[in-house]
């Protein structure tokens, strides 16, 4: 890594650098919310290794159907 970094310098050739390739998942955004108590006791007792996941999937499931219920407007 210093070593290519290095060579750049030597050769004044800067390495292209890789993104996400195709067929990768998109990148998730960082946000930070805040739940009231209940809300997250729920999803501690019924999800307690998967509370983020399953908190994404539902949110996901209510936009993907608010969608389509405009799309059939």
Known sequence: MIFDRIDELK???EKKKH???LGK???LVHLSLRL???VMDF???R???AKQAK???ILTDY???ELSNEESK
């Open 55 to 57: 908190i994404r999937e």
């Open 19 to 21: 993104g996400r390739g």
């Open 36 to 38: 009231p108590k209940d």
């Open 11 to 13: 050769t004044g050739i």
């Open 25 to 27: 998942k998109p990148a």
């Open 47 to 49: 999800h307690p290794y």
């Open 63 to 65: 936009v993907n159907k």
């Open 43 to 45: 999803f501690d007792s």
